[in-house]
C-alpha cells in the first residue's frame, strides 16, 4: 500500500529536475498525476510511468493552462486532491546593477509570472475541487524564499513571495485546504532563465557550491521526494498547513570559519 493511494494529482514543472523525480515517487506511491510542463519533455513520463500519468503540454503562467491541467484531472479521474505549484524559472544570480533599467519591467513580469502568479492562477482553477475533496497544496519555495545570494534580486524576491503565498492561502483555505511549501537549496537542475534578460538555461549548482555546503554534497533531484510525499499524505501531514519544510543541506545553518563543524 502506498502512502498516496488513490490521490489525483496536478503537478507542475513535471518535465525534469525535482518535478520528474517527485512524480515518479508519487506515482510509485499510488497517486495518479496530470503532469504539466511548457516542454515537450514531459510527454516521456506516458511511456515511463504508464497510465497513472496523462502529461499536459502548457504554459502554467496563463490561466488557460491551469484550467486544462484542473479539466485534464478532472476528465481523466473525475477528482482532484493536491495541486503542486513546482514549476520555476531562474534570473541566474543576476544583479540589479546588470539588469538595464528599461528591461526590468518585462524581465519581472516574466518571472514573476512563472514564480509567483502561476501558483496563484493554480489555486484559484483548482480551487472549486480541492474545496470538494478537502484537499491540499504544495509550492515549491527555496532558500531563496528566506536568505540572500540564493539567486538574483529578482529571483530572491519572487521566492520570498512564494512563501508569502503559502501562508497567506493557508490561513483563507483553512479548514478546507491545507496549504504547505517545499524549500530546497541545491539540486542538479538547470533551470530555463527569462528570455527579457536573454539568458536560455542556466546551472542550478555554482562552482565551489558543494564545499560550501555543511553537508559536503549535492542533493539528488530525488532528495526532495520525500517531503512532497509527506505534505500531499492526508494522514502523515494531517496537522501541517502553513508550513514551509526547509531541505538546505545546512545552508541556513552554516559556519563562518567553516561551513561546518566536522568538516
Ligand atoms: N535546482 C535548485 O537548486 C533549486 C533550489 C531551490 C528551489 N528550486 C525550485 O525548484 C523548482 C523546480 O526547479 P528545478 O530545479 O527542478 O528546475 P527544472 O528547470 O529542472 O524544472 C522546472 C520545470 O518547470 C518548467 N517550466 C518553466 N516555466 C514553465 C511554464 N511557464 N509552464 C509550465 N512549465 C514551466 C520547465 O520546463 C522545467 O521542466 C522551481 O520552482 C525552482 O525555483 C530549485
Not at 502506498?2 to 514543472?13: K, M, N, R
Not at 523525480?21 to 506516458?46: K, P, Q, W
Not at 538555461?201 to 562552482?207: C, E, K, Q, R
Request: include cysteine; charge should be negative; hydrophobic fraction near 45%.
Amino acid at each position: 500500500m502506498g502512502a498516496l493511494d488513490g490521490q489525483i494529482v496536478v503537478f507542475t514543472g513535471a518535465g525534469a529536475g525535482i518535478g520528474r523525480a517527485v512524480v515518479e515517487r508519487y506515482v510509485a506511491e499510488g497517486a495518479c498525476v496530470v503532469a504539466v510542463d511548457i516542454s515537450e519533455r514531459v510527454l516521456e513520463l506516458a511511456s515511463e510511468l504508464g497510465p497513472a500519468v496523462r502529461p499536459l503540454v502548457a504554459d502554467i503562467a496563463t490561466w488557460e493552462g491551469n484550467t486544462a491541467a484542473v479539466d485534464a484531472a478532472l476528465t481523466t479521474w473525475g477528482r482532484l486532491d493536491v495541486f503542486v505549484a513546482n514549476a520555476g524559472i531562474t534570473d541566474a544570480a543576476r544583479p540589479l546593477e546588470d539588469i538595464p533599467g528599461e528591461r526590468l519591467p518585462t524581465a519581472f513580469g516574466e518571472l514573476f509570472g512563472v514564480n509567483v502568479l502561476a501558483p496563484l492562477l493554480g489555486v484559484r482553477a483548482a480551487l472549486d475541487s480541492l474545496l470538494e475533496s478537502r484537499g491540499s497544496v504544495i509550492i515549491t519555495g527555496s532558500f531563496a524564499g528566506s536568505n540572500t545570494a540564493g539567486g538574483g534580486v529578482l529571483y530572491t524576491a519572487s521566492k520570498h513571495a512564494v512563501h508569502g503565498l503559502v501562508r497567506q492561502l493557508a490561513y483563507e483555505l483553512a479548514p478546507d485546504v491545507r496549504v504547505n511549501g517545499v524549500a530546497p537549496g541545491v539540486a542538479p537542475t538547470r533551470l530555463r532563465g527569462t528570455v527579457a534578460l536573454g539568458q536560455t538555461t542556466a546551472d542550478s549548482v555554482l562552482d565551489g557550491t558543494r564545499e560550501r555546503l555543511p553537508l559536503q554534497a549535492i542533493p539528488p533531484t530525488d532528495a526532495y521526494s520525500g517531503i512532497f510525499t509527506l505534505l500531499a499524505s492526508r494522514t502523515e501531514a494531517a496537522a501541517m498547513t502553513g508550513s514551509v519544510v526547509t531541505a538546505d543541506s545546512g545552508l541556513s545553518v552554516r559556519g563562518i570559519a567553516r561551513p561546518g563543524g566536522r568538516v
